[in-house]
């Protein structure tokens, strides 16, 4: 379209506020436009894609007809700015700020400690806001569909959901399981040490300080918006871009002629709905509504079409998708994962259709989904609505599909299914089976359909029918999207569960009217009717119970108190500035990287001709731009002759904006050789001999004699898959350039700004007192932010220093996850021998990780999880081998736990294949080996288990564990399909880096003259709290309240030569670093407080201040020497440990592979916690992302090396339904830890590793299933056990009968690497 022509007037409100917009550009996003164009920075970005929801902000629309106001959560990063005409947008910072109210929701959600780092802080406000405005007291399953497209990474939700629950109007009990009684009174929870002692807080924060939510402080609906929306003469308005032209028509006929005009354009649009033909503009959440209607007014067989649809509009993406998607844009879109389609063409709908020409209907059939010509639309044509009719007595309609979990994920099987009955019999007369997931586009089972027809309902045509419909609903063995055998195992178990439905349907039926030969429908089992109950959507509650502080503790000090976050409100107002939230600086350019598509391969030639000639385009970054060091020899920053992975990064654009960088990378041209081998797994580096550093071996006893004396042996191999960090705010930095002295001003997210501030200097070969990295807040790191922001930071760096001009890299989501790296895979081989009685008598472990193609941390996760692995065991004859795999994928780093997670999963899952094998319960063999006197480690550490044994016992009796397991086993021998497990991990987790040099920390601490205080250290904020503890370490120290202190930033020049913020310790060595700043300026007030006593800190400061003395101390902490000989393979590389241990309890579904979290109990050391709420913030958000990495998370490789899954589209990590439904956290009282300050313990990591409580609890699942079968109980379950892997695990009928492909017959869509 030509730019040249004058765009009409864009009129909406912003927060009450009307923006006028003269350009418009139907290419930008409203999240693009209120941060670039409003400066609203509040509104985050985190995937670009409506998979996360940190864009969430509300869109208000009157709707002249029903003249009323509709609100809706919708992801800003795809709501296009043209479609805003007429519309009220608000934003996090429209409802509530600091400076004038903070509103209810803010409030609640951050003094219930629901926010960390605050990434995704505003998206929930915004998401809870629009529900609240729709329903002030809403029901707590309308606050899980709410909050269920709403990412967090950090909190583990369970302190998200309890605070926004305080709107909900049922009491605050539980009423478990419609039982009346609150969890709290269950028997199975009357423990003995439990609620008796009154030195045991269980209170986080007040709610009685809320204030009530008062709808009087929203904003009103702009009185122009309601006179624009009733003008009788509005006009259609076309908006301009430089390669789009967007129109919004008024009337219907406008939009078919413009569909006469342009038939390719795609349309976004439209909004009525008569009765039960529903109007193709209704958003989904609309069409939920009024299917909701409809079912509480017909009568139940008029409306299963309907619930059916119901049931899948829960679940289908999150909220704001529901709220935008529109019924028409689905339909037709005809996605293969539909979960709409396959239930309406099974549920017969028809498609009204409306041209220029006229109205005509089409049945939305398989032709129809098929997109064949005579059933389509014509070009001409839209959609208007869609009929659906109403169901009949003898027709029966249901809908199934399995996800990676229960909501805001793709099905990976969907389906409809509908089959009417011969009045009064089972005879089919019409049968109708849609399945999703399965091809491009949904398919049908048509002949199959056909051949059943006539027959009865019976078993006898169950075979006939699995036959017919695996024989028609083909996938080949190379299908996009992988888990063939699961899919095809899921096309048979859903008609099986469709099958006992419709039974049940029938006998309800026949109860109601009498029927002669009702003999004929065969009776279901009690225990083969779990297979219909579905895992209720419950909102997570639980107790968290920590050590009261002492009574004589002065009320001023917040030591050991639930202080909230230091950033919690501005988290919540969306006030808090993250890197990107930095104001545009004067001549910024943007910079956007060009990255391998091979992953092995010499690079020939880059030709960036095309590129540099894009408009806004002004230069490209090579590695010849470089005027240091180019990373180093085996680790280039840039790559030179050979691209060592996919995402491996080539070159740069810079250009004047992100749009014109993103546009010009896909033009430079690289042309490249590809080489051999292309090593992926870690099985093709064995074979290859692909190694990055040397062997690292811990050995104890004699193994081998140990293997000869014992009574068993077993031998085995175990996967435990990677795991992508996907902290919520991505990579990024912000580089100024200076005029003087080639200085550099670094604003950057980083665990590590001096490492960032080195790489820069090596890279820019310029001193590293010129450059200066500032960190105010990270948006989580979780590792991943400890040595890539370097990588970033410096290329940015180089392009700065090439152009002198401020550089900006905001990775997006893609980006992110193709370049950087995770959690190394582990392939593992182990052999273990034991006695009957189950003490095991010798272990000899080979660990392999899978590094990706440079060193990066490798060596070092390798080292740590040798050293980790043994986890809570005294075994005397230990072999432990451990070796990095060098592959051709991106380079994998430091994750939360740094090998502990995957070695720890290891070590218990040997621990239950022994159980399994002595025919003893887990925890038996568990006691049975666990540490129980002072010891010595596997690397002669001294190591008194005391509260190891605590930890464990207190588990055991809070959770009930041996009660719940013995009702486990009763609801396991009552049902076939659906099996209870229930499991309990002890934990032994050492902290710290392994090295004395990182074991140091400095402190600078300002006291001005109004007595104010400045605190700084060298730790970065990533959500942890870390400013939080210090400012509360220096109220204590400096004996005054935190009102006096303040924080303002992490930076390279007030406290330099930091170490990263990592390894658990990061409040540990930074805490004493402020403690000693506090005491040495306390010291120097002391005589002028003795002379004053009565004065206050006002006038001992002001006195100070005439007295010349320093009122400025930097604090400094020279910490444990750490040290480890791995020749000798001895030392004492920790400062302490963590103890812990996790009770969880789980059910599983065996015919599709779901899971739910039923219960989860943790008891976890924290020693003296200097704040209990951060404590257990970290102790919930890394149990849940353990659990991610051990249920849910799986990254996925195609055979050349590419990541499929490169956003939460295709990775998915834990949502808020995942939570266990009940979730206790208590800390340890009368616990002491004295290497640490006041006796505190850092707790940033353990926690990960208890998610495998519930990886274990489905293994127990799974057993019972097993056993049940007949098959062999002793299976390795591989990590992470996702539906697809419980699904086979549990085999049975349906994993017989289907298909499996030859493996050297096709290519697979996708490899395991670990
Ligand atoms: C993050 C995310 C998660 C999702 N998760 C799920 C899920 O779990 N399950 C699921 O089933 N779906 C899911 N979806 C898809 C969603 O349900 C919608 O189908 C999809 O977004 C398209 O809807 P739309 O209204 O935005 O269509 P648009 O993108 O606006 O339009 C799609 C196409 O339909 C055409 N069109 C639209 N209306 C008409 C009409 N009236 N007449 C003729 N042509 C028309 C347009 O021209 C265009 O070609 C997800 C989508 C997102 C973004
Ligand atoms: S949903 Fe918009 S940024 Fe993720
Ligand atoms: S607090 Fe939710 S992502 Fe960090």
Not at 171 to 185: A, E, F, H, P, R
Not at 217 to 239: C, G, H, S, V, Y
Request: overall charge neutral; some cysteine.
């Amino acid at each position: 379209m030509p730019s040249h022509l004058q765009s009409d007037e864009l009129v909406f409100f912003v927060n009450g506020k009307k923006v006028t917009e003269k350009n418009a550009d139907p290419e930008v996003n409203l999240l693009s436009y209120l941060r670039k164009n409003l400066r609203l920075t509040g509104t985050k970005y985190a995937c670009g894609g409506g998979g996360c929801g940190a864009c969430t902000v509300m869109v208000s629309k009157y709707d002249p007809i029903s003249k009323k106001i509709r609100h809706n959560a919708v992801t800003a990063c795809l709501f296009p700015i043209c479609s805003l005409h007429g519309a009220a947008v608000t934003t996090v910072e429209g409802i509530g700020s600091t400076r004038t109210r903070i509103h209810p929701v803010q409030e609640r959600i951050a003094k219930g400690h629901g926010t960390q780092c605050g990434f995704c802080t505003p998206g929930m406000v915004m998401s809870l806001y629009a529900l609240l405005r729709n329903h002030p007291e809403p029901s707590p399953e309308q606050l899980t569909e709410a909050l269920g497209g709403n990412l967090c990474r950090c909190t583990g939700y369970r302190s998200i959901l309890e605070s926004s629950r305080t709107f909900c109007t049922e009491s605050n009990c539980c009423q478990m399981k419609g039982t009346g009684k609150c969890c709290l009174d269950q028997e199975e929870n009357q423990t003995s040490s439990s609620h008796q002692k009154n030195d045991i807080c269980t209170q986080l924060y007040t709610k009685e300080e809320f204030q009530p939510l008062d709808p009087t402080q929203d904003l009103i609906f702009p009185p122009e918006l309601l006179r624009m929306a009733e003008d009788p003469n509005k006009e259609t308005l076309t908006f301009y871009g430089e390669r789009i032209t967007w129109i919004s028509p008024v009337t219907l006929n406008e939009l078919l002629e413009l569909k006469v005009k342009y038939p390719k354009c795609p349309l976004v649009m439209g909004n009525t709905s008569v009765g039960l033909t529903i109007g193709a503009g209704c958003s989904l959440d609309q069409v939920k509504q009024i299917l909701t209607d409809e079912v509480s007014k017909l009568p139940e067989e008029k409306t299963r079409t309907y619930q059916a649809l119901l049931k899948h509009l829960k679940s289908l993406a999150g909220q704001q998708i529901r709220n935008m998607a529109s019924l028409g844009g689905h339909v037709i879109s005809r996605h293969g994962y539909s979960d709409l389609n396959p239930i309406l063409a099974a549920g017969n709908a028809t498609l009204n259709l409306v041209s220029k020409e006229g109205r005509r209907q089409i049945p939305l059939n398989e032709h129809f989904l098929a997109g064949l010509a005579n059933a389509d639309l014509k070009p001409e044509e839209i959609l208007e609505s869609v009929h659906i009719p109403h169901s009949e007595k003898w027709e029966f309609v249901a809908a199934f599909r399995q996800a990676q979990c229960q909501q805001n994920a793709l099905a990976d099987v969907n389906c409809g299914m509908r089959v009417l009955f011969k009045e009064c019999t089972d005879t089919i007369a019409g049968l109708r089976l849609f399945y999703g997931g399965i091809g491009s586009t949904t398919v049908s089972a048509h002949k199959s359909c056909q051949q059943l027809l006539g027959r009865d309902w019976n078993t006898l045509i169950l075979d006939e029918a699995f036959r017919l419909i695996l024989d028609e609903i083909s996938l080949p063995a190379s299908a996009p999207g992988g888990m063939v055998e699961f899919k095809r195992t899921l096309i048979v178990s859903f008609f099986f569960k469709f099958y006992l439905e419709v039974l049940q349907g029938l006998k309800k039926i026949i109860k109601m009217v009498s029927i002669p030969n009702s003999h004929r429908y065969p009776d279901v089992s009690e225990k083969f009717l779990s297979a219909l109950e579905e895992f209720p959507v419950t909102v997570s509650r639980g107790v968290q119970e920590f050590q009261r502080v002492d009574p004589n503790q002065p009320p001023h000090d917040p030591v050991g108190r639930p202080i909230l976050h230091q950033s919690g409100i501005k988290h919540a107002t969306g006030e808090a500035i993250f890197c990107d939230d930095l104001p545009v600086v004067d001549k910024e350019l943007f910079l956007a990287l060009v990255t391998s598509t091979r992953a092995h391969a010499k690079i020939i030639s880059i030709d960036a001709s095309e590129a540099l000639e894009l408009p806004g385009v002004v230069d490209v970054i090579t590695a010849e731009d470089i005027p240091g060091a180019n990373g180093t020899e085996d680790d280039k920053l840039l790559a030179v002759d050979e691209a060592l992975c996919v995402g491996h990064i080539i070159c740069a654009v810079v250009a004047e904006s992100e749009v014109y960088a993103k546009r010009a990378v896909e033009k430079v041209k690289i042309i490249y050789q590809d080489q051999e081998p292309v090593i992926l797994t870690i099985e093709d580096a064995i074979r290859h001999n692909s190694y990055l550093s040397s062997e690292k071996k811990l050995e104890q006893g004699n193994v081998e004699e140990a293997f000869e004396n014992a009574d068993q042996i077993i031998q085995g191999e175990m996967h435990v898959g990677g795991q992508e960090h996907f902290y919520m705010e991505t990579q990024r930095v912000l580089v100024i350039p200076k005029a003087e002295d080639k200085e550099l001003e670094i604003y950057v997210s980083t665990q590590d700004p001096s490492h960032v501030q080195k790489t820069v200097s090596s890279t820019l070969n310029i001193p590293i007192n010129r450059i200066t990295c500032h960190v105010k807040r990270v948006g989580g790191g979780f590792g991943g932010k400890v040595s890539k922001p370097a990588v970033y930071g410096a290329i940015a760096a180089v392009a700065a220093n090439k152009t002198g001009r401020p550089i900006r890299l905001v990775l997006d989501r893609r980006e992110d996850m193709l370049t950087k790296g995770g959690r190394h895979p582990l392939f593992a081989k182990y052999k273990v021998g034991f006695m009957n009685n189950g003490r095991i008598k010798a272990m000899d472990i080979k660990c392999y990780i899978n590094g990706g193609c440079t060193l990066d941390d490798s060596e070092l996760v390798i080292e740590y999880l040798i050293l980790k692995l043994e986890n809570a065991y005294k075994i005397n004859n230990l072999r432990f081998l451990g070796r990095a795999c060098k592959t051709n994928l991106a380079s994998n780093t430091a994750f939360r736990g740094f090998g502990f997670p995957q070695g720890g999963l290891l070590m218990e899952s040997c621990i239950t294949a022994v159980a399994a094998k002595c025919g003893l319960p887990p925890e038996k063999i568990r006691e049975k080996n666990m540490y129980k006197r002072v010891d010595k480690t596997i690397y002669k550490q001294a190591y008194n288990p005391d509260k190891l044994i605590r930890c464990w016992n207190e588990c055991l009796d809070k959770s009930s564990y041996h009660t719940r397991k013995a009702k486990v086993e009763n609801f396991n021998s009552k049902n076939y399909w659906k099996k209870k497990g229930i499991a309990i991990v002890p934990m032994k987790f050492s902290v710290g880096f392994g090295a004395t040099s990182y074991h140091q920390a400095a402190a600078l601490v300002h006291i001005y003259t109004d007595g104010s205080v400045l605190v700084t250290h060298g730790g970065s904020e990533l959500g942890q709290g870390i400013h939080t503890k210090m400012l509360q370490i220096a109220s204590r120290e400096l004996k005054i309240p935190m009102s006096y202190m303040h924080f303002c930033e992490t930076n390279t020049a007030t406290v330099p030569n930091t170490i990263a913020t990592a390894a658990s310790i990061g409040a540990d060595v930074n805490g004493k670093a402020v403690q000693n700043a506090c005491q040495i300026l306390l010291k120097r007030l002391e005589p002028i407080i003795k002379k004053n006593p009565e004065g206050t800190w006002e006038d001992w400061v002001e006195a100070a201040f005439e007295k010349r003395i320093s009122l400025s101390a930097t604090g400094y902490f020279r910490g444990y020497k750490a040290n480890m000989d791995w020749e000798k393979g001895e030392g004492d590389p920790f400062p302490y440990y963590v103890e812990g241990a996790a009770c969880s309890e789980v059910e599983i579904d065996c015919l599709t592979g779901a899971h739910k979290n039923i219960r989860t109990d943790i008891v976890m050391d924290a020693s003296c916690s200097i704040n209990p709420a951060i404590d257990i913030g970290q102790i919930e958000g890394s149990f849940i992302q353990g659990l991610g990495l051990y249920t849910i998370e799986e990254l996925k490789y195609s055979p050349e090396g590419v990541l499929h899954s490169q956003g939460p589209d295709e990775y998915k990590i834990p949502t808020v339904t995942d939570v266990p439904e009940e979730f206790n956290v208590s800390l340890l009282t009368s616990s002491e830890n004295p290497m640490a300050i006041y006796s505190s313990k850092g707790l940033g990591e353990s926690g990960m590793f208890l998610g495998c409580s519930v990886f274990f609890a489905i293994g127990d699942a799974v057993t019972a299933a097993r056993k049940e079968r007949g098959l062999m109980e002793d299976f390795m379950l591989n990590s992470p056990a996702t539906p697809e892997r419980i699904r086979m695990a549990c085999a049975d009928r349906f994993t017989e009968m289907i298909p499996i492909d030859d493996a050297k017959t096709f290519k697979p869509w996708c490899i395991p690497i670990a």
